[in-house]
């Protein structure tokens, strides 16, 4: 961040950037995540959205000495008022901006223009330079062709970067702050600075409208663009104007979409970056299958394949498969013994292996070159992510009876991929549990995933790709870590734990998600002597709940099928079936759904 002696800093589209220039000023866009808000968490309100509050912890920190404010709402109506009570800066100035554009908005607007340019005249000494407004105006060049767009709520660098990084096309910034379009306007030939100011204030107001105007039809160009490949829309915690704009787009936009919320700061990085490699994959897969421009495509890219898989199983309540593999199966239950299959690396034929590296178990699977899976593994990850994979990987291979020289590619999935040195490529959880998914169950179209630190949706379409996938915050709230507590506060075991709360006689309601509440609540229940299976059925709904709300945001329907470890909780399931109305199909190869996807996509690089 710059901090010359011309530098003003400014957070809004709205900012009369080219007069600032024309004052001989540095305009330098206020956008920077921070990691936390030690002081503006002390001046500010807790519920000031974390970009009000990087502003307020930028300026009172004395990072910023010139500043420039455009108060399009109350939480920078509330910044303005605390660094000015701060008295950190050299230089304030707050713009009120008119949410429309009648005649006498922008006549407020000009009059507000003509009083900045005095008041910066006099703080700086510089004079109105007229051509250096006019050339301010040159136009920004905007490669043609398909392009990723972001729409909504501010942005921060470090997350736009993120984007630019994993997009398999070109990404463009067109949220509320970056997508500012004065660049093809021509001031017009005057020397009357008056009327300068009345044409620019035009000028400003005309701009594609952010969602605080009260005129936003505007705005439907930014979705309407032939060339639009995909939308990824951001909205700020506590910034509401731009989730209402989300809820009426996502039933009709024709291309993939993205919904991403942050609270402008870098601690949740992790998690949306396995979002925005995920949202990549689909784009990837849409256009592999012909798609290109502003349309969905017509036909999945796994048509037609995997017609050697196995059926569905459904495991009931009481814990036991009602179901049979309608074909072969090559490969044993995680954790047992394969050596009967030892010697199978016959000349020429290929094998992959698939590693999904989760917070709590690491997962391997090994495939043949038919797409039959040979033999699985799944171990604690541990402490590193890197050592459980190449342990898993080794182990998996001798009870296959190969050589690390067989296997013609290793995926890694999962949360500890980029730590995995032995695999060949990268592809997301949600992509590999879609995959996998579809390789167990083809008729599925509802994954729902409860893993150890996150839970997922997947909504698939009839080839097994990612139709639309939503996952939960960075709280644990309804994940396997939440239900790890839980156990360890009522003193069972995970496996214990997953055997009560179906013969209950009590309908208890947990009413806390909150880890740490919900722990309070239980040892509550506990002093209360309360039955055990009577509390785990409390938990078990409160669980069930929040992963309907997950499938209801992801336009879940049938056929749902649940993976992950957490799909051995017979009480889980049927907490869960009774809040979606509907089977939950159940592979005894659930846990291994990542890894499986993990070496199909091995096996199609």
């Known amino acids: 961040m710059q901090n010359s002696k011309n530098t003003i800093h400014y957070e809004c589209k709205y900012t009369p950037v080219e007069l600032i220039q024309a004052l001989g000023g540095q305009p330098e866009l206020m ?6 808000f030690p002081k503006a968490d002390i001046l500010g309100s807790p519920n000031l959205c974390g970009f009000g509050k990087t502003v307020i912890e930028t300026a009172v920190s004395g990072k910023v000495k010139d500043l420039f404010l455009v108060n399009c709402c109350d939480t920078i109506t509330s910044a303005g008022d605390i660094i000015r009570d701060a008295g950190t800066t050299n230089f304030l100035y707050t713009m ?73 096309l070109p990404a463009r910034n067109l949220t509320c702050v970056s997508g500012r379009d004065l660049g093809h306007s021509v001031p017009p030939e005057t020397q009357d600075f008056h009327q300068l100011m009345d044409w620019y204030a035009g000028q400003l107001l005309a701009q594609t409208p952010c969602m605080r105007m009260e005129d936003i039809t505007g705005r439907k160009k930014l979705f309407n663009d032939p060339d639009l490949a995909g939308i990824i829309y951001h909205t700020i915690k506590f910034c509401d104007f731009y989730s209402f704009e989300y809820s009426r787009i996502k039933d009709e936009a024709g291309v993939p979409l993205l919904k991403l919320e942050s609270d402008f700061t870098l601690q949740s990085s992790g998690q949306v970056l396995t979002r925005l ?99 699985s ?27 690390q020289s067989h296997l013609a590619g290793v995926t890694a999935t999962g949360y500890g991929r980029g730590s995995i040195n032995v695999g060949d ?129 992801a336009g879940g329907t049938e056929k749902y099928m649940m993976t992950g470890g957490v799909s051995r909780n017979a009480g889980l399931v049927r907490a869960l079936e009774k809040e979606l109305g509907a089977k939950l199909f159940i592979s005894p190869y659930a846990q291994l759904c990542g890894a499986i996807g993990a070496a199909l996509f091995a096996m199609e690089e």
């Open 425 to 553: 490529s990268q592809v997301t959880e949600i992509s590999c549990h879609a995959r996998g998914a579809h390789y167990l169950f083809p008729e599925v179209r509802t994954v729902i995933d409860i893993g150890g630190q996150d839970s997922k949706v997947i909504c698939l379409d009839a080839g097994g790709n990612v139709k639309n996938f939503v996952m939960n915050d960075k709280c644990a709230a309804g994940t396997g870590r939440f239900l790890d507590n839980m156990a360890r506060t009522l003193e069972m075991t995970l496996d214990q734990m997953s055997k009560k709360g179906i013969n209950y006689k009590e309908d208890i309601t947990i009413s806390s998600m909150c880890t740490v509440f919900a722990e309070s609540e239980v040892v509550s229940l506990i002093a209360k002597n309360k039955s055990p299976d009577d509390i785990v059925h409390g938990l078990n709904k409160a669980v069930a709940s929040k992963t309907g709300t997950l499938v209801a945001r």
């Open 277 to 375: 490699e995920a949202f990549g994959e689909t784009i990837r897969s849409f256009r592999k299958a012909g798609s290109s421009g502003n349309q969905q495509p017509k036909t999945g890219i796994n048509s037609g394949k995997n017609s050697e898989i196995h059926e569905p199983l459904y495991e009931g309540p009481d814990g036991e498969f009602d179901g049979d593999f309608a074909g072969e199966y090559s490969g044993e239950p995680a954790g047992e013994s394969a050596g009967q299959y030892a010697g199978r690396n016959k000349e020429g034929t290929r094998y992959y292996a698939g590693i999904d590296s989760g917070s709590t178990s690491t997962d391997v699977v090994i495939m043949d070159q038919s797409g039959k899976i040979i033999t």
């Open 31 to 36: 956008n920077s995540m921070g990691e936390s």
């Open 96 to 168: 009120d901006l008119p949410h429309c554009q009648s005649a006498c908005s922008r006549e407020l607007l000009t009059a507000r223009l003509e009083d900045f340019a005095a008041r910066y005249s006099q703080h700086t000494g510089a004079v109105f330079d007229g051509k250096k407004f006019r050339q301010a105006f040159a136009p920004a060049e905007v490669p043609g062709g398909p392009y990723i767009a972001v729409i909504g709520a501010r942005m921060g660098d470090q997350l736009f970067d993120m984007v630019k990084e994993v997009m398999p």
């Open 377 to 403: 593994v799944i171990l604690p990850t541990g402490a590193g992510a890197e050592n459980s994979a190449a342990r898993g990987l080794t182990q998996a291979l001798a009870q296959a009876g190969l050589e």
